[in-house]
């Protein structure tokens, strides 16, 4: 059964950079049916697909926050990152890490469970 896990600060201050990990178990990150994906969830709105990487290696990026927006992957560690530069307030969200059959939608997603993260000075 695979399982994922985000980590990184739950505190970031405007203007830097947030950067997220998340850590695969029971499963290949290099499989090439699954999009390894990052949503995110602000306070009272909607979940928000941010990108992905493919198992072949191939990135996707939301337009509306690929200016802001690296995701990458360690094969070996099996995890995958999300750095997001020149972070506001508004950022401020759970941030989630997910395994998707499909590309930008939520459907056929499993997920992690999850991690907070606050931009304020």
């Known amino acids: 059964q695979v399982q994922l896990q985000e980590s990184g600060p739950g505190l970031v201050k405007p203007s830097q950079t947030l950067s997220l990990t998340c850590t695969v178990s029971g499963g290949s990150i290099t499989t090439d049916y699954y999009y390894w994906s990052w949503f995110r969830q602000p306070p009272g709105k909607g979940l928000e697909w941010m990108g992905a990487?493919?198992?072949?290696?191939?990135?996707y990026y939301s337009p509306s926050l690929k200016s802001r927006t690296s995701i990458s992957r360690d094969t070996s560690r099996k995890q995958f990152t999300l750095q997001l530069s020149s972070v506001t307030p508004e950022d401020t969200a759970v941030y989630y890490c997910?395994?998707?059959?499909?590309?930008?939608?939520?459907?056929?997603?499993?997920w992690g469970q999850g991690t907070q993260v606050t931009v304020s000075s």
């Open positions: 990487i493919a198992g072949s290696g191939s990135i």
């Open positions: 997910a395994r998707c059959e499909g590309l930008g939608y939520e459907e056929g997603c499993y």
